[in-house]
């Protein structure tokens, strides 16, 4: 009788964030199809259920991680720190234990932000491989900014004459660009990029990313890194799978059913963003006076000092009711699929934009944070096909950029580019293309390492 052939393990660990779990969880049923059997390692904080998606992956929590109080008392930055700390002892307990009962794990595949995985692979003797869920040029950023002085830095980015600069050797990224974080001190954000490119045990690089976007940026990291970068996005495109953290609620797809074609902003902010009122006020002031349909995904909890919008003002739920449709989150490939969606008013993470990019929408751009406003310059200026909404937000802007988008020959030129971007995108997945190779070449080198461990075994 034939043996049965046992599938190669690949362990995968993510940081606990939607805009990081997404793409982490599209790459495993990318590997997964490709015949390798999926761990993923998870903290207590946001994990992920075994959805009919991921009904053959085996899910493990580490123990003694942080969960949502301590992410409430440190705030995003110092969690992650603190993450890092305390799972590292764990971590390589659970991954000696998978080893003994599992045997034969091809690789560990770990978020960048997750690097205290990096001893156990070494200790282990694993093939660590790093994931950047954000794109080439963020992490080009985040390699030069680990490099440089911090104290000289921070004079730099403290200096109003220096924030519309373009940065040296960054170009087309100024000052105010660059992905510093809402969520902590420069000097922090500084400590934390040393770590995440600090990349000495690892055997490769994967990003979520594709030639066709960032094929500069890509060549730079493939000489600076020294070890192979490969290119596979856009996962969504590639392995499509639901993950979400949040319950969608698809009554919008009904209201989108009933809206002309191309004609409909679809805004939404992403999961971690918080905003103020007044803001809330002048975009629902804008978006009414624009004339244009709008869906709103409005996050419980996004407002800042609310819960919801119970406590804005009588006047936002007026302004919304003739032509807004507002849901707390959305199933969002499937509304920017929509043939009603005309433009998408986004934060500009890495997720969204590949997922505007990927169906042929133009944006509205909004950043908050970190790659944020890496990928809201490049949307703007180097793929043009973004209107970026910069300074303090006002009425007479936000309804400006929505007709902007949407109604002038202007918005007409940025879907032309965005659906010529699509097809390349669609394209790069596709057998022959790109990452679809790239791919093939990321699980030929698992291959390869195997059959020469076996040959130094023997």
């Known amino acids: 009788m034939e043996e049965k052939r046992v599938k190669r393990r690949i362990v995968l660990v993510p940081v606990p964030a939607q805009g990081h779990v997404t793409p982490m969880m599209q790459l495993g049923k990318a590997l997964h199809l490709k015949g390798f059997s999926i761990t993923v390692f998870q903290t207590q904080y946001n994990r992920v259920s075994s959805s009919e998606d991921f009904s053959d992956f085996h899910f493990l929590t580490i123990p003694g991680s942080l969960t949502d109080s301590d992410l409430k008392n440190l705030g995003a930055l110092q969690f992650l720190i603190k993450l890092n700390q305390t799972c590292e002892a764990s971590f390589k307990h659970c991954l000696g234990q998978l080893l003994q009962e599992a045997g034969d794990i091809a ?34 950023c985040r390699s030069v900014l680990a490099k440089l002085n911090p104290d000289k830095f921070l004079i730099d980015m403290n200096d109003p004459e220096v924030q519309d600069k373009v940065f040296p050797g960054l170009h087309p990224l100024r000052y105010k660009d660059l992905p510093t974080s809402a969520f902590g001190p420069i000097e922090s ?30 060549a730079w990291l493939q000489e600076e890194l020294q070890v192979p970068v490969y290119p596979i996005g856009p996962l969504h495109l590639a392995a499509s799978a639901c993950s979400s953290l949040l319950e969608e609620d698809r009554s ?46 409005i996050r419980p909890g996004s407002i ?12 936002f739920s007026e302004l919304v009711a003739e032509r807004g449709y507002i849901v707390k989150w959305a199933p ?6 929509h043939p009603a969606v005309g433009g998408f008013w986004s934060h500009c993470g890495w997720n969204s934009t590949l997922e505007s990019i990927g169906e042929g929408v133009p944006m509205i751009c909004r950043p908050f944070t970190a790659d944020q406003r890496v990928n809201a310059r490049y949307l703007e200026t ?3 096909i973004g209107i970026q909404l910069e300074g303090e937000l006002g ?64």
């Open 382 to 384: 180097v793929w043009r």
């Open 252 to 297: 919008c797809i009904e209201w989108l059913n009933k809206q002309k074609p191309r004609s409909v902003i679809y805004i939404s902010l992403g999961s971690l963003a918080l905003i103020e009122t007044k803001d809330m006020l002048e975009m629902a002031w804008g978006l009414s006076n624009s004339n244009q349909p709008f869906l709103w995904v």
């Open 395 to 458: 009425k007479e802007s936000v309804e400006r950029a929505v007709k902007r988008l949407v109604m002038d020959e202007e918005g007409a030129e940025m879907r032309e580019r965005a659906m010529d971007l699509k097809e390349k995108l669609n394209a790069s997945v596709r057998s022959g293309g790109s990452s679809c190779k790239s791919l093939a070449d990321f699980v030929s080198s698992l291959e390869t390492k195997s059959s020469m461990q076996q040959s130094y075994s023997s």
């Open 189 to 218: 954000i500084l400590e934390v990029y040393t770590e995440v490119v600090n990349i000495q045990t690892a055997s490769a690089v994967i990003i979520n990313s594709a030639s066709c976007l960032e094929s500069s940026s890509l």
């Open 332 to 337: 969002q490939v499937e509304v920017l699929k």
């Open 107 to 140: 690789c560990v595949v770990s978020d960048e932000y997750m690097y205290f995985t990096k001893s156990a692979s070494k200790e282990f003797q694993l093939p660590s491989v790093i994931f950047s869920t954000t794109s080439a040029t963020a992490f080009v």
């Open 304 to 315: 800042r000092a609310s819960e919801w919008t119970e406590s804005l003002p009588e006047e």
